[in-house]
């Protein structure tokens, strides 16, 4: 005999890039919504943005360009995955 439960599952369903306000949606099937970044973590003992506060951020493909090409190192993947 099989038991069930009850169960709630929370998933995403829309992005937006808090610097242009692009919204990005999963089922648009575009690469917008894959080559978005999303960053999410919390502050340390010592930190700068304050012990234990959660420091957030989603952007869209262009402007992680936009803002960090200068620093981003962007190569070609050899067969191995590995930078060529």
């Not at 038991?3 to 709630?8: I, S, Y």
Request: aromatic share 8%; glycine share 8%.
């Amino acid at each position: 005999m099989l038991e069930f439960r009850n169960q709630t599952v929370v998933e995403v369903a829309a992005c937006i890039c808090d610097r242009c306000k692009r919204r990005m949606l999963p089922e648009d099937d575009s690469v917008e919504w894959l080559e978005r970044l999303s960053i999410s973590f919390r502050g340390g003992y010592g930190s700068i943005f304050g012990d234990g506060h959660l420091i957030s951020l989603d952007l869209c493909q262009r402007c992680v360009r936009e803002t960090l090409g200068e620093w981003l190192q962007v190569s070609p993947e050899s067969d191995f995955g590995l930078p060529t």
